[in-house]
C-alpha cells in the first residue's frame, strides 16, 4: 500500500480521539494535576508562565487547552501523540526503510503511551521534541534540529542529557554552527523569564527545583527500571526492543573499529543515544536517589516513540534480509496489537486505568459536603495540591491559599486560619507528620478516609 501521509494523520487521530474519549482517569494524581493547574491559571497569574517545575515551553503550549478544563489539557496531549506518530511514519518514509510507514499507528498500542496522553503530564510533548529533532537531522535541516532540542529542556529537565547526544552528532559532522543554536532555547527562555517575572537573568539555574531542598524521595535498585520498562511497555514490546538494541549495539561497535567518528553520524547512534542517554540517567538517579527522584516508571513515556524507532529498525532489518519477512512481521505486528487487550498485568486495565480514580473521585466528592473555598477564614493553609485543584480552589491567589510548610516553617500565622491536610502530599512532599505540634488547639471539622492510606481532614484554629 502506497503511503499517504493525510491517511495516516487521520488514522492516527481517529484512535487518539476514540482514547480520549474513553479514558477517564488523570493517569497521575500528582505532578499530572499540578502540571494542569500551572497551565490553568497561567492566563490569570502570568508568572505561572515561566514557572521553573512548570517547565515554561509545555505551560506556555498547553495553556490555550487547559482554559477548556482537564478534557482540552488531555485533548492538548493526544493531539501531541497524533503528531509524535506522524513524525515515526516520517521518519520510516524518509529513510526509506522495507517496511510500512503505517507501522507508526503501533505507538497506540504500547499500553502505558495512550494512557500517559490523556494525562497533564510533560513526558509526551518531550517525546515530540526529540522526536522531531531526529527527524530534522534526517531531512538534513540541522540548525531547525538544533534549535528544537534546546528548548527540550523547558519540558524537562532531563532536556539536557538528551541535548549532549545531538550535540556529539553535530561535532562529529563538524557543525559547529549547530551548536550555536543549541544556546537558542537558553537564551530565548531566560531573557523572557527574565522580562516577565524574574529579577535575574540566571533564574532558571538559581530556581531549579531539583537541586535544593529537602530530598524525601528515597532510592532504589539497579535493575528497577528495567523492570519497569517492561510493565510499561509490555511483552511483545519488550522482547523486539531489547532484540533491537543488541542489534543496533552490534552494528555500532562494527563502525567503532572501522569509523570510530563516523559512527557518530549514523541513525543508529541517533535512536540509541537518544534512548539509553535518557534511561540510564533514571537508572543512575534512582539508585543513588538525585534529583528527586521518585523512581517513578512514567517517565519512561519520554522515550518510548524513540524505542519503537529501535523496533522498526529491527522489522527494517527483517524485512531487507529474511525469508518469509511479511510471516514474521504479520505475527508481531499482531501480538503488539493484541496484547494490550490480554490480562498480562502490563496490558490495560480497563476498569482500573480507563475509568476515574476512586480516590481521586472520594476528593472530588468532598466539595458535596464541605466548601473549601468559601471558608470564612483569613488564611487557607493546605498540604496536598491536587486535591485543591480538584475542589476549585485556586492555589494561586497567595493572599488566600498558602502551602502548609509555612506554618511548619514560620510558626502559627495571626488571625483565623483553617488546615486541609491530606496525609500522603503532607508526608512526603512536606514531611510533616501527622501528629505533628501545627496541628495543636486546632479544631478538627471534617475528616474523610479516601483510601486505605490516606485521610483528609479540615482544621480550623478556635
Known sequence: MKFNYKILAIAASIVAVIFWILIDNTYDNGDSITHYAISRYSWKHTYLLFDNWGKPVFTILSSPFAQLGWKGMTFFNSMIGVITCCLVAQIINKLKWGISPYFALLLFFI????????????????ALVLTLTVYLIIIERYSWAAIAISFLPFVRSEGFISMAVIAMFFVALNRWKEILFMLTGLVCISILGFLVQYESILWIFTTNPYTHGIDNYGSGGWSDFFVKFYYMTGIPFTVLFWGATLLIIKVLVGHLITNFKE????????????????????????????????????????????GLLMVLYLFNVISEQLQKSKMILSFCIACFIIFPFTDNISAWNFSKEFEENPETLAMKNISNDIRIDTLKKDAIYYSSFPLMIFLDCDVYDKNRYRDLVEIKRNGKPEGSYAVISEDWFMTIEGNIKKDDTLFDGLENIYSKKISDNNTVNVFISK
Request: proline share 7%; aromatic share 24%; glycine share 6%.
Open 111 to 126: 499500553p502505558n503511551y495512550p494512557l500517559a496522553l490523556n494525562s497533564g503530564l510533560t513526558e509526551p510533548l518531550y
Open 263 to 306: 559512527t557518530f553520524t549514523r541513525i543508529e547512534f541517533l535512536l540509541f543515544g537518544s534512548f539509553f542517554s535518557f534511561f540510564l540517567a533514571h537508572v543512575v538517579f534512582w539508585k543513588f536517589g538525585l534529583f528527586h527522584s521518585f523512581g517513578m516508571s512514567r517517565v519512561l513515556i519520554s522515550i518510548i516513540p524513540i
